[in-house]
């Protein structure tokens, strides 16, 4: 198979769609052996997740990808044999043009988002209709075998185990952040969306019997953080209240953001990279799930839920859904947090049980090019 790969990304949730491609781009081009030129719309946002990366570049190379600037108005370049449209981005006209009038075979992917909804295993690598000569295909990551699976890189879990299995590497990369826990403190990290019910989740954590230390990347819920302490703050403040201490950390590097979700003991995520890369960690997880309208999203949070709860004793499972319901539906987070403590130690058995499952599954980007390779 020609070895020419184009991806389209345009930002919309300032890191996760960047975050997906460029993993992603990644992936084909190190693991998979193909060119692949990334076209991204705000390479702002993209030199935050690869801070080597110059915002200002028309072009460059970037482990072993070529990244563009999606130019406006489009400006003619020579397509690629398998081309990328991640999200429903929607490719370029004139570029759309150009590939359907090729002699050359081409491959258009649909690239969608992610869900654990029953229907997405119907409509994962059916064809789409309209559109000319070009052969075009829906492909869905997603958590079961009927799906595309997750992206992974490989070795990952390897190095995962790794670093939790040293304290040595824990400790370091904290001080790397200036993180000091205290020896008896859980170590709680929390990257979410403005969300009202971080007040209560805190007052709960304070008044805990247990010290947490809460490690909060630089971001949109820095609103609510702000709120709480009453008190402007950045990265490096912290606040202590009872037995929490609540740190802002800077935003960080792909790389190192994994290493973060390793070295706690509970993540809090949102939107759909952190979503994934927190279930690698293998930690008990609380997901920020993209608002929709009309709330579409409440039906792709009960069936992830579903999905993840499946082997979680009874009383387990209501806690960790009632959490997960109260962060997104506005519930009472303080009784929510009180429900989940005494299930700890089950919802940490059950985070490596369930990461080491979806491990035995190929990752998306080795199911992608299969899936190209055998529609070529």
């Known amino acids: 198979m020609d070895s020419r790969w184009d991806i389209f990304c345009k930002v919309v949730d300032n890191f996760g769609d960047a975050g997906v491609?460029?993993?992603?781009?990644?992936?084909?081009?190190?693991?998979?052996?193909?060119?692949?030129?990334?076209?991204?719309?705000?390479?702002?946002?993209?030199?935050?997740?690869?801070?080597?990366?110059?915002?200002?570049?028309?072009?460059?190379?970037?482990?072993?990808?070529?990244?563009?600037?999606?130019?406006?108005?489009?400006?003619?370049?020579?397509?690629?044999?398998?081309?990328?449209?991640?999200?429903?981005?929607?490719?370029p006209g004139p570029y759309q043009a150009r590939l359907a009038a090729t002699a050359t075979?081409?491959?258009?992917?649909?690239?969608?988002?992610?869900?654990?909804?029953?229907?997405?295993?119907?409509?994962?690598?059916?064809?789409?209709?309209?559109?000319?000569?070009?052969?075009?295909?829906?492909?869905f990551p997603g958590f079961r075998s009927d799906t595309g699976g997750l992206l992974r890189e490989a070795g990952l879990l390897e190095r995962r185990d790794a670093f939790q299995a040293s304290r040595a590497a824990r400790d370091a990369f904290l001080r790397g952040l200036n993180v000091s826990p205290a020896p008896e403190a859980r170590l709680l990290s929390l990257f979410a969306y403005e969300?009202?019910?971080?007040?209560?989740?805190?007052?709960?954590?304070?008044?805990?019997?247990?010290?947490?230390?809460?490690?909060?990347?630089?971001?949109?819920?820095?609103?609510?953080?702000?709120?709480?302490?009453?008190?402007?703050?950045?990265?490096?403040?912290?606040?202590?209240?009872?037995?929490?201490?609540?740190?802002?950390?800077p935003f960080v590097s792909q790389e190192a953001y994994d290493q973060l979700l390793w070295a706690c003991d509970f993540n809090a995520v949102r939107g759909e990279d952190s979503f994934v890369r927190a279930q690698w960690a293998a930690r008990p997880m609380l997901w920020h799930i993209y608002r929709q309208d009309e709330y579409a999203h409440w039906e792709k949070l009960e069936a992830f839920l579903e999905l993840y709860t499946e082997g979680l004793?009874?009383?387990?499972?209501?806690?960790?859904?009632?959490?997960?319901?109260?962060?997104?539906?506005d519930g009472d987070m303080a009784s929510a947090w009180a429900a989940v403590e005494p299930h700890w130690d089950e919802l940490q058995s059950h985070a490596r049980q369930w990461c080491a499952g979806l491990a035995a599954r190929p990752d998306l980007a080795t199911a992608l090019v299969?899936?190209?390779?055998n529609s070529l």
Not at 370 to 373: A, I, V
């Open 313 to 329: 004793p009874g009383a387990a499972s209501e806690a960790l859904r009632g959490l997960w319901r109260s962060w997104n539906m």
């Open 21 to 91: 491609t460029w993993r992603l781009a990644r992936q084909l081009a190190n693991e998979q052996g193909l060119a692949v030129r990334l076209w991204i719309d705000d390479l702002t946002a993209f030199a935050r997740l690869c801070p080597d990366a110059d915002p200002l570049a028309r072009t460059q190379v970037r482990a072993g990808v070529q990244v563009c600037q999606w130019p406006e108005p489009w400006e003619d370049t020579p397509t690629a044999t398998v081309v990328i449209e991640a999200f429903g981005c929607k490719l």
């Open 195 to 249: 969300n009202d019910g971080l007040t209560g989740w805190l007052e709960a954590l304070a008044a805990a019997p247990r010290l947490t230390h809460l490690l909060v990347p630089e971001g949109r819920v820095l609103a609510n953080l702000e709120t709480w302490a009453q008190a402007r703050v950045g990265a490096g403040d912290c606040i202590r209240r009872g037995g929490l201490t609540v740190q802002v950390v």
């Open 370 to 373: 299969q899936f190209c390779r």
């Open 105 to 139: 075979p081409a491959l258009w992917v649909n690239l969608d988002y992610l869900s654990a909804e029953t229907w997405v295993g119907g409509c994962h690598g059916l064809p789409s209709l309209g559109c000319g000569s070009v052969r075009k295909f829906f492909f």
